[in-house]
């Protein structure tokens, strides 16, 4: 076992599974993909009670106090920030302008486009913030483009997607609550889905209703269609609304079509078994569960809310007629190709390649310091 010391080269401030999210999932891959690369590590999880060993740390339950005192006193050489609060952008930048931390901060939904469209003193504080990260790291094209509008240079920008490779063992049926198992061996052809009860702009922000919607309209030919959802997190106070949509669904009749899985679990195996995958937010990031599909071969259709995937179906964004439409032509394409998992394009291989370069630069003593990390000028912002 390799042997760790008490301060480590580079600090991953964000989460770790349980709950399987993108966010965890890519922090757990990515966690072996360092140790590959000899980089000594630790995350300190602020999402839930998950530790493994040295390597992982939860900060959980007191986060924010814990936050306060890591950019104060925190020793790693460099750190990767996970967060969709402005107060720990604040705190990232401190690292970085005060204490000479290598601080990258990892952009992956819509909270700093959100913020630019604010006030003027959260738009002023975004960019106070961002322009003093060592770099900062976007899992789309558009919040590439909003991060230099808050004036990040663009040799400190760099685009890489939240996706990582899974181990090939991740699809075994492991990990996953054995209701769902049932519910998909009782049913074809099998809809996958995932989010939590959450809301944007007023709307349901993974789409769960449009879900027992679409149950209806496809069940008079498709009897035993079945859409299980997966929640990544789950509260007692959601129960309300998911009780509405289970009523929905009895009213239409198709209660037993639709299964919302609110017990914690992988995602990954759930979606191998699937026929189709369904991203119907109104709101993203980039989605690591569509590239996921995509991987395994699994066809995607999503909302045209966002920037999707090259290869991705999509359908106009709440529209429960053309999600409908998409699914019956998803289907009816289905039938005409055999599933064969995804290859990484080249350019997939560089990104990683590269995000992994920028984790390991951060991570390493630096006897000539510089103001931007070293990243492929293709990578970055045009």
């Excluded at 709950?19 to 890519?26: L, S």
């Excluded at 000479?100 to 738009?123: C, E, F, H, T, Y």
């Excluded at 997939?348 to 510089?370: G, N, T, V």
Aim: proline content about 6%; some cysteine; glycine content about 6%.
């Amino acid at each position: 076992m390799t042997a760790f010391n008490m301060t480590h080269q580079f600090a991953i401030l964000g989460s770790y599974p349980p709950p399987y999210t993108g966010v965890t999932t890519h922090i757990e891959r990515l966690c072996g993909l360092l140790a590959q690369r000899g980089v000594d590590y630790v995350v300190y999880n602020a999402t839930s009670d998950a530790e493994d060993g040295p390597r992982v740390k939860s900060v959980y339950r007191s986060r924010r106090r814990w936050l306060l005192g890591y950019a104060l006193r925190g020793r790693e050489r460099g750190a990767l920030l996970f967060s969709d609060r402005l107060s720990a952008w604040i705190a990232g930048a401190f690292m970085g302008a005060v204490r000479g931390k290598k601080v990258i901060l990892r952009l992956r939904n819509s909270a700093l486009p959100d913020a630019l469209r604010g006030a003027w003193w959260r738009r002023w504080l975004c960019r106070v913030a961002l322009r003093r990260m060592w770099a900062v790291v976007c899992v789309n094209r558009a919040l590439l483009a909003a991060a230099a509008e808050a004036g990040v240079p663009a040799d400190r920008l760099l685009w890489c997607p939240g996706f990582l490779p899974p181990r090939d063992d991740a699809t075994q049926r492991t990990g996953v609550d054995p209701t769902v198992w049932t519910f998909v061996d009782a049913h074809a052809p099998i809809i996958a889905a995932n989010g939590k009860v959450n809301w944007y702009r007023g709307e349901d922000l993974y789409g769960l209703d449009l879900l027992v919607e679409l149950a209806a309209r496809l069940r008079q030919d498709f009897p035993n269609v079945g859409i299980v959802v997966c929640f990544w997190d789950h509260h007692a106070q959601d129960d309300a609304y998911l009780d509405r949509l289970r009523a929905r669904a009895a009213e239409l009749g198709v209660a037993d079509n639709i299964l919302f899985n609110t017990a914690r679990g992988r995602f990954l195996p759930v979606l191998a078994a699937a026929d189709l995958f369904l991203r119907p937010t109104n709101t993203d990031g980039d989605a690591n569960s569509i590239r996921e599909a995509q991987y395994l071969g699994v066809p995607v259709l999503a909302s045209d809310a966002v920037e999707r995937p090259e290869g991705t179906r999509l359908f106009a964004s709440r529209d429960a007629g053309d999600l409908e439409r998409g699914v019956r032509a998803a289907f009816a394409e289905d039938h005409l190709s055999p599933r064969r998992r995804a290859v990484l394009s080249d350019e997939a291989r560089a990104c990683i390649e590269a995000y992994l370069d920028l984790l390991a630069e951060a991570a390493s003593p630096d006897e000539h310091p510089r103001t931007a990390p070293r990243l492929p000028r293709r990578m970055t912002a045009p």
